[in-house]
């Protein structure tokens, strides 16, 4: 029987039963699904859930047409007016948070980005997400479009900037380990954040959800990837983590380069905060983009082992097996940094040596010069051989 595109095939020790609903176990943990398929008839529409919630208007559905099965689940036109999102996992609640959290959906509604207009949730889980479009864009059509999606994804999390969380890369890092840890990659990774990363409000886009409105790209706000769900835990993640999620599912249809990669950032950092930019926000040594490229393309590995795509996971391995090259220059360069303790450290001596007459005044000073010298040479080289964030 051939498995829809949703089932995780690479991973799942259920096999594929379309009558099945209650829990599947996967090497990966454990996925919950209820039973949607009435949800894929018109008379299902027809009255409104007894159990749940329902967030928004009950659209009067009077036709109904399966558009296509995805890895998020299925997506249907109804009305030839609205697209439904059937997610037949349960991944939590993501989508119905941002609908019924008024400050958070104020702050986005003027933005390129089309809210739902229902969300009906159950147990803590989005089930069926309507979104007030008809049309989305094509993978292609998104490619021709990265940087005016880019300037559209900065606009929103300009919007989303003041209900913003700090900098917490602790639990960052160790979302790493744990996707890491799963996945038993051969790569480790850990960074340091800048003040100016800070963690926002969940959305999940994706290059295939995008409608045009008006002339503009909109984003359709997903809900979160059973890949996500299996590998790590829930948390704020910063725009960085958004953009770069994004670019590298652009490489999955045509591999990026050094100049496209800096035009979708600038595009990005065009309507984005301008703090989202400034000092050492973009910097490698801080983490930068590029770790969270490494983060985006984990998660693009569990996908293909999910859902069994070769190809993918091949291409995710080989990106992976070059990190190790960033990560020895970097390794380099903590050397540089440690001078600058050294030369603090020589400061120390040459201040104790003069108060204590160990050494003559001369030699003190000669020796605190010296060591000051050193300190700030080895910090400029520091920084001024962190790799560019493109």
């Given at each position: 029987?051939?498995?829809?595109?949703?089932?995780?095939?690479?991973?799942?020790?259920?096999?594929?039963?379309?009558?099945?609903?209650?829990?599947?176990?996967?090497?990966?943990?454990r996925?919950?699904?209820?039973?949607?398929?009435?949800?894929?008839?018109?008379?299902?529409?027809?009255?409104?859930?007894?159990?749940?919630?329902?967030?928004?208007?009950?659209?009067?559905?009077?036709?109904?047409?399966?558009?296509?099965?995805?890895?998020?689940?299925?997506?249907?036109?109804?009305?030839?007016?609205?697209?439904?999102?059937?997610?037949?996992?349960?991944?939590?609640?993501?989508?119905?948070?941002?609908?019924?959290?008024?400050?958070?959906n104020?702050?986005?509604?003027?933005?390129?980005?089309?809210?739902?207009?229902?969300?009906?949730?159950?147990?803590?889980?989005?089930?069926?997400?309507?979104?007030?479009c008809?049309?989305?864009?094509?993978?292609?059509?998104?490619?021709?479009?990265?940087?005016?999606i880019?300037?559209?994804?900065?606009?929103?999390?300009?919007?989303?900037?003041?209900?913003?969380?700090?900098?917490?890369?602790?639990?960052?890092?160790?979302?790493?380990?744990?996707?890491?840890?799963?996945?038993?990659?051969?790569?480790?990774?850990?960074?340091?954040?800048?003040?100016?990363?800070?963690?926002?409000?969940?959305?999940?886009?994706?290059?295939?959800?995008?409608?045009?409105?008006?002339?503009?790209?909109?984003?359709?706000?997903?809900?979160?990837?059973?890949?996500?769900?299996?590998?790590?835990?829930?948390?704020?993640?910063?725009?960085?983590?958004t953009i770069?999620?994004?670019?590298?599912?652009?490489?999955?249809?045509?591999?990026?380069?050094?100049?496209?990669?800096?035009?979708?950032?600038?595009?990005w950092?065009?309507?984005?905060?301008?703090?989202?930019?400034?000092?050492?926000?973009?910097?490698?040594?801080?983490?930068?983009?590029?770790?969270?490229?490494?983060?985006?393309?984990?998660?693009?590995?569990?996908?293909?082992?999910?859902?069994?795509?070769?190809?993918?996971?091949?291409?995710?391995?080989?990106?992976?097996?070059?990190?190790?090259?960033?990560?020895?220059?970097?390794?380099?360069?903590?050397?540089?940094?440690?001078?600058?303790?050294?030369?603090?450290?020589?400061?120390?001596?040459?201040?104790?040596?003069?108060?204590?007459?160990?050494?003559?005044?001369?030699t003190?000073?000669?020796?605190?010069?010296?060591?000051?010298?050193?300190?700030?040479?080895?910090?400029?080289?520091?920084?001024?051989?962190?790799?560019?964030?493109?």
């Amino acid at each position: 029987m051939d498995e829809p595109k949703w089932w995780p095939i690479g991973v799942s020790q259920t096999p594929y039963d379309p009558s099945f609903k209650g829990e599947i176990i996967t090497s990966l943990g454990r996925l919950n699904i209820w039973d949607y398929k009435p949800s894929l008839e018109l008379g299902w529409w027809q009255e409104k859930p007894e159990n749940g919630k329902v967030w928004g208007e009950w659209l009067d559905v009077k036709i109904l047409e399966i558009i296509q099965h995805d890895r998020y689940g299925v997506l249907l036109n109804l009305n030839g007016t609205h697209i439904a999102r059937i997610c037949p996992f349960e991944v939590g609640n993501d989508i119905s948070r941002m609908v019924r959290h008024e400050p958070w959906n104020s702050a986005v509604s003027e933005n390129s980005i089309v809210l739902p207009s229902m969300v009906w949730s159950l147990g803590g889980n989005d089930r069926i997400i309507i979104y007030p479009c008809s049309t989305l864009l094509s993978i292609e059509e998104s490619h021709t479009m990265r940087n005016r999606i880019a300037e559209s994804v900065g606009q929103i999390h300009s919007s989303l900037d003041k209900f913003s969380t700090p900098n917490t890369e602790r639990i960052w890092n160790d979302r790493l380990k744990e996707i890491e840890a799963s996945l038993k990659t051969n790569t480790l990774w850990r960074a340091p954040h800048s003040k100016f990363t800070v963690g926002l409000p969940r959305l999940n886009f994706d290059i295939e959800a995008v409608a045009l409105i008006e002339g503009k790209p909109a984003m359709l706000p997903q809900p979160r990837t059973i890949t996500e769900h299996l590998l790590c835990n829930q948390e704020r993640l910063p725009g960085l983590a958004t953009i770069m999620a994004l670019e590298t599912q652009w490489n999955e249809f045509e591999s990026s380069n050094e100049e496209s990669r800096k035009q979708l950032i600038q595009s990005w950092l065009k309507q984005a905060p301008i703090s989202y930019g400034k000092g050492k926000a973009l910097s490698t040594l801080l983490g930068g983009p590029w770790v969270w490229r490494y983060h985006a393309t984990l998660l693009t590995l569990g996908q293909a082992m999910i859902f069994s795509d070769t190809e993918l996971e091949k291409n995710s391995i080989k990106w992976l097996s070059d990190v190790s090259r960033l990560q020895a220059h970097l390794g380099i360069l903590r050397f540089w940094k440690s001078g600058l303790w050294g030369g603090i450290t020589g400061i120390i001596v040459a201040f104790f040596t003069w108060q204590l007459d160990t050494l003559t005044p001369t030699t003190s000073a000669l020796i605190g010069l010296v060591s000051l010298f050193f300190a700030i040479a080895s910090n400029q080289l520091y920084w001024a051989k962190d790799p560019a964030p493109y």
